[in-house]
């Protein structure tokens, strides 16, 4: 059964620092890995999509990165800034099912 | 905006009552889910269906019941709700529901079950 596992739980950092939040899979037979960005009480933004056959995807200040093969995944976001702080969730498209399989996320806080 | 639509935002029921979360897709869209997401767990898939159809059913308990009269609308039907049913009910839809196609979500329904 896959599961994925975020670390770490929660994150604080002061604006301008960059960073680096890790998501790992135990099935690397996936279509593809998708982050999100969800804030307090609200729904699931997509930031980036990941193809199985890609290695990196990167929008902005963002850069994901996918390695199936040791079942891991990076976001690195540079010059955090206050508006970044928010949950970030990472989940698999699993070849199993139908459906996505999600960690329990990163808390982000960025402080100013 | 990501073309998913849910009503209510907000919902507070007793246990007894029998209400209805809505689900609306402007994308084309022929599958669309529904997904639970409770305090301090992961979230996890209830229903998918395409084309109108359910195909995966990730054992749900019967107090809640899916409807998907036509591929824009999804409805979850609520009764006898018990309080560990509270939690934020997420609708999302994907062009078709084979796992390779990107899932776009709505901003969820906040369930609280007294």
């Known amino acids: 059964k896959q599961e994925v596992t975020q670390i770490p739980a929660a994150l604080s950092v002061p604006e301008g620092e960059n960073l680096v939040l890790n998501c790992s899979f135990t099935?690397?037979?996936?279509?593809?890995l998708q982050w999100f960005r969800q804030d307090p009480g609200k729904g699931l933004t997509s930031l980036l999509l990941?193809?199985?056959?890609?290695r990196e995807q990167t929008s902005g200040r963002l850069n994901a990165s996918l390695d199936k093969s040791s079942g891991r995944s990076t976001l690195y976001i540079a010059a955090s800034q206050p508006g970044d702080s928010a949950t970030y969730l990472c989940?698999?498209?699993?070849?199993?099912?139908?459906?996505?399989?999600f960690g329990k996320g990163t808390t982000l806080s960025v402080s100013s | 905006e990501t073309g998913v639509t849910q009503t209510p935002r907000h919902l507070v029921m007793g246990m007894t009552n029998k209400k209805s979360l809505k689900c609306e897709q402007h994308?084309?869209?022929?599958?669309m889910y529904w997904y639970k997401q409770s305090a301090k767990k992961p979230l996890e898939l209830m229903f998918v269906?395409?084309?109108?159809?359910?195909?995966e059913n990730n054992s749900v308990p019967s107090r809640f019941s899916p409807e998907c009269p036509n591929s824009s609308h999804l409805f979850l039907h609520l009764h006898t709700l018990q309080p560990e049913d509270s939690a934020l009910y997420l609708c999302?839809?994907?062009?078709?529901?084979?796992?390779?196609?990107?899932?776009?979500f709505g901003p969820g329904t906040r369930l609280t079950v007294l």
């Open positions: 990941i193809q199985s056959s890609q």
């Open positions: 994308l084309g869209h022929n599958a």
């Open positions: 269906y395409s084309l109108e159809e359910r195909v």
């Open positions: 989940a698999v498209n699993d070849q199993a099912g139908t459906a996505l399989i």
């Open positions: 999302a839809s994907s062009v078709r529901p084979t796992g390779n196609d990107e899932q776009f």
């Open positions: 099935d690397s037979a996936i279509y593809n």
